[in-house]
């Protein structure tokens, strides 16, 4: 008798052997599925699936001299959890408004990079953490990208077909440097962003910046750092700064349902005002 083709299921323990399976022609990779299945359309059965999550290493978060490792399996409320350096502060914030528990229970960090939408919300802390992304495959072995470089467009990244993320790489940081996320929604859970902010900030000796990072998503097709207002925050105190339209002016934001260009580019400057105090405050 004949079978049809049932759905292939895969859940390998080891990393080669995930890269195996991503040989074969047509193989979807998810995660926590949390994007992968809202997106498919009624009645679609995606039939070769390899799922990342049982990989022996995705799920550790690792610190050493060289920097910290965020595996590809690693939950939002992982992050949460972790014992991490204070310039981490703004990516815990923003894990604990993803979607809600159950979302941030399921829901990877890299599944939200790899999906690459404008709106997602661990792109602005990873970019203000000069977050790298590690790459594997059977074919070509390993390669590293900045998270600037990997993230191509809307829903567009430098992953190959052959490829997985097998992880974040975030260089050790500034032991003094703080940070702050701030969210912009209709609502406080389960939503879109409107606009949202990253800071990390180092102060000098006397209270002045030393070091400024300022990564703005939502307000672009790809979330961005702005490195003008970066370079002008340097020697200032933090109490004094007042963010200007022509500090956000890199900025392209779209009129949609959500709010107009306007309203996102207003909102943008009091995000980075806030975001900087609650960097300075913790
Ligand atoms: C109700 C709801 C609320 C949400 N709220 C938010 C929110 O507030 N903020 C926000 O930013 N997002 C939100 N999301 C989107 C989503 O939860 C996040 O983007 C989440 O981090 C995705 O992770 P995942 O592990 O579920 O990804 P998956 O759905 O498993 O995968 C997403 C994409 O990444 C790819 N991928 C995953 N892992 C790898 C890997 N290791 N290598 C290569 N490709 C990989 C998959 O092929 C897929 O294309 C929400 C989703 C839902 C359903």
């Known amino acids: ?34 994007d992968f299945y809202p997106a498919l359309k009624a009645g679609q059965h995606p039939d070769n699936l390899l799922d990342v999550t049982r990989i022996d290493g995705f799920s550790d978060i690792t610190q050493s001299e060289g920097g910290i490792k965020i595996g590809a399996a690693v939950t939002w409320s992982d992050v949460v959890k972790a014992d991490l350096p204070q310039a981490f502060d703004a990516l815990k914030q923003a894990a604990r408004e993803v979607g809600s528990l159950q979302i941030q229970n399921a829901g990877t960090i890299v599944g939200n990079i790899c999906n690459a939408s404008p709106a997602a919300d661990g792109v602005p802390p990873l970019l203000a953490l000069n977050a790298e992304v590690e790459l594997a495959s059977a074919a070509t072995g390993k390669r590293v990208f900045p998270l600037g470089a990997f993230i191509r467009g809307v829903r567009q990244t430098a992953l190959k077909d052959d490829e997985l993320v097998t992880a974040i790489i975030v260089p050790k940081p500034d032991a003094d440097m703080t940070s ?19 800071v990390n900030i180092l102060l000098d000796t006397q209270g002045r910046i030393a070091d400024a990072r300022v990564a703005v998503g939502s307000c672009s097709a790809i979330a961005q750092r702005l490195t003008a207002l970066e370079a002008r925050l340097i020697g200032q105190v933090p109490a004094d700064i007042r963010i200007s339209p022509d500090d956000v002016a890199a900025l392209t934001p779209i009129d949609d349902v959500r709010g107009t260009s306007a309203y996102r580019l207003d909102a943008v400057r009091d995000q980075i005002e806030r975001a900087i105090h609650k960097a300075v405050l913790s």
Request: proline share 4%; with cysteine; net charge positive.
């Open 180 to 198: 702050g996320f701030e969210k912009l929604g209709s609502r406080r859970y389960l939503v879109i962003s409107i606009a949202m902010t990253a």
């Open 1 to 34: 008798m004949k079978v049809d083709m049932c759905m292939a299921y895969s859940q390998p323990s080891l990393l080669p052997d995930a890269l195996d399976i991503l040989t074969q022609a047509g193989v979807r990779v998810i995660a926590g599925g949390t």
